[in-house]
């Protein structure tokens, strides 16, 4: 170890012969050079060396004292690069990317799997249905109501008869919200429908954000959403006036293949397949396939399958099968799951996206990795 550190200090001699130059040292440094000199002695070598063999150690200090100063000024520039005549550009608001958006999606997946103590396992039908009544206020004729807004927070819209239930849904939401400030409600509602959609095994949703929250006064009169107890003529009216095709209403009801009807919310009782948490074009299967009668009870009318009475379709989804300008998109997409969910996906899409002032255009829209991929 000492004769380490002798040659240590010669080569220090040797190649920075201005360290050593300390005579002239003010009076302040003598004490710690003298210091650190007799702590040099008596911790690395032995008395018996001369101040010739070690060396005079105050280029040391000269040599720490650089290095933190240039240390000092490295991490000051990294700070304050300006006050080195770097030109640096104003930090703006906090502009959220893909990345960003894609860590809200994996949040709320992660939350879908987490919490499966809900209804039939799963939160994710309960979110779609909140995105798509969000969504399903919008009037073409006077461009209000759509997904922008979230204006089912307030209570004229959240206590519309249609938006019964949907509370455990807007609560599921609270945690993500608080964890991703920066995200509006209302492309947290829709962003979460399209999860739901995804981590249920559905086709992918593409999206774009650009939805604000509005203030009370913008809650849409109550009769906007389909009533389940109608026909046809209901149908139509309701989703012509949102812009949309026999064909597009028949995807967009496919929808029903998920989730459950609620006594204490709609009134309806049960659910629609026997894979409540899984997209599929079962819902048309068995709309053709089976028998369906009156269920025989006090609750609203419905439909119940014949063979296992566990099963049960709304007067709306019995008109889908009646109606001869819907049921040959029933039986093409019962016989085609890939062609139910393109048009599934592409129907949603434009129903998630109506009443928005988007600034990116269509083709600038994302689609985010699902748990599957
Ligand atoms: C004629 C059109 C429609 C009518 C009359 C209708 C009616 C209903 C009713 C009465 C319920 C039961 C609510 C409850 O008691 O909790 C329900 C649930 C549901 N609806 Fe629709 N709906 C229609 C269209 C749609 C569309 C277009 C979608 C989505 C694209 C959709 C998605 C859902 C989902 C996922 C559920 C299950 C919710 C849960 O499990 O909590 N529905 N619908």
């Known amino acids: ?29 003598a004490v710690p050079q003298q210091t650190f000199r007799q702590q040099f002695r008596r911790g690395y070598a ?11 150690p105050t280029g040391l200090l000269w040599g720490a ?3 933190v100063t240039i240390a000092g000024g490295y991490g000051l520039y990294l700070k304050k690069p300006e006050l080195f005549g770097k030109e640096v550009k104003p930090k703006g608001p906090f502009v959220p990317k893909f990345e960003d958006y894609q860590k809200v999606y994996d949040a709320v997946a992660k939350a879908l799997e987490e919490k499966d103590d809900y209804d039939d396992g799963s939160y994710g039908p309960v979110l779609l249905r909140l995105a798509w009544h969000a969504s399903g206020t919008y009037d073409k004729e006077t461009g209000t109501g759509g997904s922008n807004g979230a204006t089912m927070r307030f209570a004229p819209e959240g206590d519309h008869g249609a938006n019964a239930g949907l509370k455990a849904a807007r609560d599921f939401l609270e945690s993500i919200k608080e964890q991703f400030p920066w995200i509006s409600y209302s492309d947290l509602w829709i962003l979460s429908g399209i999860c ?22 913008f809650c849409t009169p109550d009769g906007r959403l389909p009533d389940a107890s109608k026909d046809q003529k209901h149908i139509r009216a309701i989703f012509g006036r949102m812009g949309f095709s026999d064909r597009e209403m028949v995807a967009l009801s496919g929808a029903h293949a998920l989730g459950r009807c609620h006594t204490d919310r709609s009134g309806y009782d049960g659910p629609w397949t026997f894979s409540p948490t899984t997209l599929t074009n079962d819902y048309y299967k068995l709309l053709l396939e089976e028998k369906w009668s009156w269920k025989k009870w006090n609750g609203p009318k419905q439909f ?3 063979k296992t009475k566990s099963l049960m379709m709304l007067p709306t989804d019995m008109a889908l099968i009646k109606d001869k300008g819907f049921r040959p998109h029933v039986e093409r997409y019962a016989k085609d799951n890939d062609v139910f969910f393109k048009d599934f996906a592409e129907a949603v899409t434009t129903l998630f996206e109506l009443g928005v002032p988007f600034t990116t255009s269509e083709d600038q829209r994302w689609t985010f990795k699902s748990s599957f991929d």
């Open 46 to 56: 032995s008395g018996k060396q001369t101040e010739e063999e070690v060396g005079n």
């Open 1 to 29: 170890m000492a004769s380490a550190t002798r040659s240590f200090m010669r080569t220090l001699r040797t190649t920075a012969p201005t360290f050593r130059t300390t005579r002239t040292r003010s009076a302040r440094l």
């Open 304 to 306: 119940e399958d014949v």
């Open 65 to 67: 004292l650089g290095l």
């Open 196 to 217: 739901a959609i995804q981590e249920m095994q559905g086709p992918k949703i593409p999206f774009r954000p650009g939805r604000s929250d509005r203030d009370v006064s």
